[in-house]
């Protein structure tokens, strides 16, 4: 089920970014480049993607696509009984008006030009007085985009560009990126990275490692200690397992400094009961910690053979 869910994913982001290459797909999924490439190449062989020929490694959805919207006669009748009225409205209206559907926790947009989302979401914050950021700058047209609709504050490859550990030295100390001003620089440096350099010249102001990446139970304890003495708080990358979740916020009772840690769990699904609870382990965005040997916890093994990766065999 893990390589479904991964081929859709896969499917779902060429068809949003095509073309798009390998790196990027790998990069903006958080998945492997080997498990990436296994999807495309499966989805390739069904028919559903293909090679860019105009962009050699770059892939493209195929024609086929379109079989996916035809198969629903309800969202077909839907859309078109909205194209004469938007047609209508965008002849009153200095803009154009889109027609949108809820699925599930999504905003499907049927009809109208793809900005017509942008400026919806952001009309909408500002009616609630909420800011609106917006993620994955990465184009000047992005940029302009945003800025025409008068989006608060962004961030993307656009303002934070990878950089070597020697530039830390000029790395700004103020962490605000606007889009209508110069103020300065959001910098982000990943999971796994070195962070010494950063520590000492304050080129950050809040360390995010991923323990998973980063050394460890020690050693990530030795990065936080060392940051300690410069002022700065951690919190932690995690986009692993209830388990992962479980063992990074029992690391970060061990330090004096968090924040807070990442998950992709308490949805109430199966990745919720990989261990064996006896209730809900996330109470108020809050996980107690268990005073038990060790990380104090058992997997769920009915659960977790249920769900073990292509090619895993359970070692229980």
């Known amino acids: 089920m893990k390589s479904v869910r991964t081929a859709l994913r896969v499917f779902e982001e060429v068809a949003a970014r095509q073309p798009v290459g390998l790196s990027e797909l790998s ?3 958080d998945v492997p480049k080997a498990s990436v490439q296994r999807a495309l190449t ?3 062989d069904a028919g559903w993607l293909r090679h860019d020929v105009s962009a050699p490694g770059s892939w ?6 379109s079989v996916l919207a035809d198969a629903s006669p309800e969202v077909i009748a839907a859309r078109d009984a909205a194209r004469p009225v938007l047609s209508s409205l965008r002849e009153k209206l200095d803009g154009s008006p889109g027609f949108f559907v809820l699925d599930g ?3 499907v947009l049927l009809a109208g030009p793809e900005e017509t989302l942008l400026r919806t979401l952001v009309q909408l914050g500002k009616a609630l007085s909420i ?4 993620e994955g700058i990465e184009q000047q047209r992005e940029l302009s985009l945003l800025q025409a ?5 962004g961030q993307g490859f656009l303002y934070a560009r990878p950089l070597d550990i020697d530039a830390t030295e000029a790395i700004p100390t103020t962490a605000v990126k606007t889009l209508q001003g110069d103020t300065s620089l959001t910098v982000y440096r990943g999971p796994g990275s070195s962070f010494r350099d950063f520590i000492i010249n304050q080129g950050c102001d809040i360390l995010h490692p991923d323990l998973r990446n980063s050394g460890g139970f020690l050693e990530t304890k030795r990065i936080a200690d060392f940051a300690e003495v410069f002022n700065l708080p951690m919190a932690t990358h995690n986009t692993g397992s209830q388990l992962n979740t479980w063992a990074t916020v029992h690391w970060a009772g061990s330090i004096r400094d968090y924040l807070c840690c990442e998950t992709i769990t308490g949805k109430g699904d199966w990745m919720d009961q990989v261990l064996a609870l006896d209730r809900p382990y996330i109470k108020g965005g809050m996980i107690e910690l268990s005073a ?14 249920a769900h073990l990766a292509t090619g895993e065999s359970w070692w229980g």
């Open 60 to 65: 493209v959805v195929t024609a086929r696509f």
């Open 42 to 44: 499966t989805l390739a």
């Open 105 to 107: 926790d999504r905003m």
């Open 27 to 29: 990069r903006r999924l």
């Open 131 to 134: 800011g609106t950021l917006a």
């Open 292 to 305: 038990k040997p060790g990380l104090g916890v058992d997997l769920n093994a009915d659960v977790v053979k």
């Open 149 to 153: 609709e008068d989006c608060d504050s």
